[in-house]
């Protein structure tokens, strides 16, 4: 008995002393990091999204265009607000890295990384530090988190989803030879990495270009295996048929246009 309450001991111990080398470390160093929260109609789920991130140096959350109280509901749970009326995933994210590059052009210093999540809570932003922490030691220019390698919730991703990821990943290997196997929202990157991709698509086309454009410029990629939950409210894309079929067209012409080198 005596024997046990001692290696009990020893491992709180040492559990105590390795959580909080990692939360010190894991504090300074996220200090350095903006997150960007693209949402359209999320007041529902966007407490719990900003309430399991982690303290980070900047959220914004893009408003694109919400009726529904979006905007106030961020404000009040302490994200910076930044209005992006001109609807589009794509459209919002560069909302968030034009209101991120006016901050520097003020005086304000650039973060280390960026990171993106979507608003709709099916992310697990509690995984926010070993996403970004290849990128802020500079072991990886981005990481993706992989929905697909990762465990899913019932229901989380619907098979059109699931069956048109890997198509996209089976092009981007066909004409690039990269092995991905998702083009999931969650994402860390170098924030001078993606200037330099000079991200332009407005709506669907946003994951799969920075994706593309990190393999042609060289970008040092790492995708990690990431949970992945069932949204709050009903999906803007493959909760609907107009919506899959849009994202799904946009994604293949997108690959189609960089692959035969049009751009």
């Known amino acids: 008995m005596k024997l046990v309450l001692e290696l ?25 990091v903006t997150v960007v929260i693209p949402a359209l109609n999320e007041a529902r789920s966007l407490p719990q999204v900003l ?13 694109n265009g919400s009726t529904d109280g979006t905007a106030e509901v961020a404000g009040i749970h302490g994200a910076t607000v930044i209005s992006e009326p001109r ?59 992989s929905r697909i390698t990762g465990e899913r919730e019932p229901g989380a991703m619907p098979p059109q989803s ?3 990821n890997r198509l996209a990943c089976f092009l981007m290997r066909l004409f690039w030879g990269v092995r991905y196997t998702d083009l999931g929202p969650f ?19 946003w994951t799969v270009e920075m994706q593309i454009k990190a393999v042609r410029r060289g970008l040092k990629v790492r995708e990690i295996p ?11 894309i493959s909760g609907t048929l107009t919506g899959t079929v849009k994202a799904g067209s946009k994604i293949l012409l997108t ?6 080198g049009r751009l």
């Open 8 to 32: 009990l001991s020893l491992h709180l111990k040492t559990s105590v002393t390795s959580n909080s080398c990692v939360s010190a470390v894991s504090d300074v160093a996220l200090g350095e």
């Open 51 to 63: 309430g399991d991130l982690p303290a980070v140096g900047q959220v914004l959350v893009v408003d």
């Open 87 to 145: 609807r589009g995933y794509g459209a919002a994210c560069l909302a968030g890295l034009a209101a991120i590059a006016d901050q520097v052009v003020q005086g304000g210093s650039p973060p280390q990384a960026v990171v993106f999540i979507d608003a709709d809570y099916s992310d697990h932003g509690e995984m926010l530090p070993e996403l970004v922490r290849p990128v802020l030691q500079g072991e990886f220019d981005m990481v993706l988190g």
């Open 162 to 164: 699931i069956y048109g």
């Open 187 to 205: 994402r860390a990157i170098d924030y001078q990495a993606l200037c330099a991709l000079e991200m332009a698509d407005r709506n669907y086309g």
């Open 226 to 236: 990431v949970p992945y939950r069932r949204r709050i409210g009903a999906s803007k």
């Open 255 to 260: 690959i189609a246009r960089y692959g035969l």
